[in-house]
C-alpha cells in the first residue's frame, strides 16, 4: 500500500507535460470549504487537508478566481499564526509556572507540565513558521490518506487536473467506507489490482486518473515490536507515473456535499521493495501508455491489465524516512 508519496502539487506541470486544462473552480470550492469550517471553528481533523505545495499554485494570482483563492489562503494563514501565537504563549505560562513549581518541590503533575509545554510551543512555533514561510520545500508536496492533491484524468474527452482527496469514496457507497469499525482510515486509497474486477469494478475500465510522483514511502516492520516509515526513490532519477482510479461520489439525501477521491492502483512489489519489509507497490506506467490510461474501454480489460503488466520498474531505493 501507498501509505504516503511526494507528487506534483503544481498544477502547472500537467499543463506543460500533458496540454491539460485546470480547473480553477475546484480548486476554489476546496479552498473555500476550508476557509468556512476553520471560521466556523471546526475541529482540525473535519477541515480538508491541503499540502501546502498547492498553495504555491496561487502566489502570483492572474485572474480573479486565483486572487480570491490567494485571498482564502492567505486569510487561512494568518489565523494559523494567531490561534498559534495565542497557544504558544498559553502553554510557556504553563511552563513557566511549572518551573516555580520546581523550584519549591518536585511533582510529576509539574514535571508532565513542562514535558508537554516545552513540546506544545516547539510546535506552535513551527506552525507559526510553516504557515509564513514563501519558499517552496520538496516536502511540501507530500500526502497521505485524506489529503488533496491535483490529479489528472479525462473528462468530456479533455484533459482536466482537479484537486481530489487521497482516499476515494467509491460512487454509489455510503460514506461510513471511509472508515473502519474501530475508527480507522479505511484501505480504500489504495485500490489493489487483484481486486479491480471486483471491489472496484464501477471505476476500474471506466474512470481513471494519474499522478506524477518523485517518491513513496512505506509502513515496514522495524524488527522490534514496531513500525518504521522508509522513502523509496527511483535509483535512475525518474518520475512515477502512477495510475489511479478516481470516482465522483455524491449523497442521494443531499446532506453531505460531492466528493472527488482517488485511490493508487497497487501490485506485488519488486524484489528490493519485498526485500526492505513492504509487500505491495504502487504501479508505475510507462509515459507512452498515459493515453490509453486516462481513456480507458470497458469492453477491454486485457488491455488495460497489459499496461499494468508493462510497468515501469526503476530499481527503487529506499532509506529510512526523516
Excluded at 52 to 67: A, L
Excluded at 120 to 141: C, F, G, L, N, Y
Excluded at 224 to 237: A, H, I, S, Y
Aim: proline share 6%; glycine share 6%; aromatic share 10%.
Amino acid at each position: 500500500m501507498c501509505f504516503s508519496a511526494e507528487a506534483w502539487s503544481l498544477y502547472e506541470s500537467y499543463v506543460a507535460e500533458y496540454g491539460a486544462e485546470v480547473s480553477i473552480k475546484a480548486f476554489w470550492e476546496l479552498y473555500l470549504d476550508r476557509d468556512e469550517k476553520y471560521r466556523i471553528r471546526r475541529p482540525v481533523g473535519e477541515l480538508p487537508k491541503i499540502p501546502k505545495g498547492m498553495d504555491f499554485n496561487f502566489i502570483h494570482p492572474r485572474t480573479d478566481q486565483e486572487r480570491q483563492i490567494k485571498e482564502l489562503i492567505d486569510r487561512y494563514n494568518n489565523g494559523v499564526v494567531m490561534d498559534s501565537e495565542q497557544e504558544m504563549f498559553k502553554q510557556a505560562k504553563r511552563v513557566a509556572d511549572a518551573e516555580r513549581k520546581l523550584a519549591v518541590k518536585e511533582t510529576k503533575a509539574a514535571l508532565n507540565d513542562v514535558r508537554v509545554g516545552s513540546n506544545k510551543v516547539k510546535q506552535m512555533k513551527r506552525w507559526i513558521s510553516e504557515a509564513k514561510r514563501i519558499t517552496m520545500e520538496p516536502e511540501d508536496s507530500r500526502i497521505w490518506p485524506d489529503w488533496y492533491l491535483p490529479v489528472l484524468t479525462v473528462e468530456n474527452g479533455k484533459r482536466i487536473v482537479r484537486p481530489m482527496r487521497y482516499h476515494c469514496r467509491p460512487a454509489g457507497m455510503d460514506p461510513s467506507i471511509d472508515w473502519t469499525k474501530d475508527g480507522r482510515v479505511s484501505g480504500t486509497y489504495n485500490a489493489r489490482r487483484d481486486n479491480l474486477k471486483r471491489f472496484w469494478r464501477n471505476q476500474f475500465g471506466h474512470t481513471h486518473g494519474l499522478i506524477v510522483a518523485s517518491k513513496f514511502y512505506e509502513n515496514v516492520d522495524d524488527g522490534k515490536g514496531g513500525n518504521m516509515v522508509l522513502e523509496f526513490t527511483p535509483r535512475d532519477g525518474s518520475l512515477l507515473h502512477v495510475a489511479c482510479l478516481v470516482s465522483y461520489w455524491t449523497d442521494p439525501k443531499g446532506e453531505l456535499p460531492p466528493l472527488w477521491s482517488f485511490a493508487a492502483v497497487t501490485d506485488e512489489p519488486p524484489e528490493e521493495v519485498r526485500a526492505a519489509g513492504h509487500d505491495r507497490c504502487i504501479i508505475n506506467i510507462k509515459p507512452e501508455y498515459v493515453n490509453k490510461w486516462l481513456n480507458p474501454d470497458p469492453n477491454n480489460l486485457d488491455e488495460l491489465f497489459a499496461i499494468m503488466d508493462d510497468k515501469r520498474h526503476p530499481y527503487y531505493e529506499h532509506r529510512k524516512a526523516a
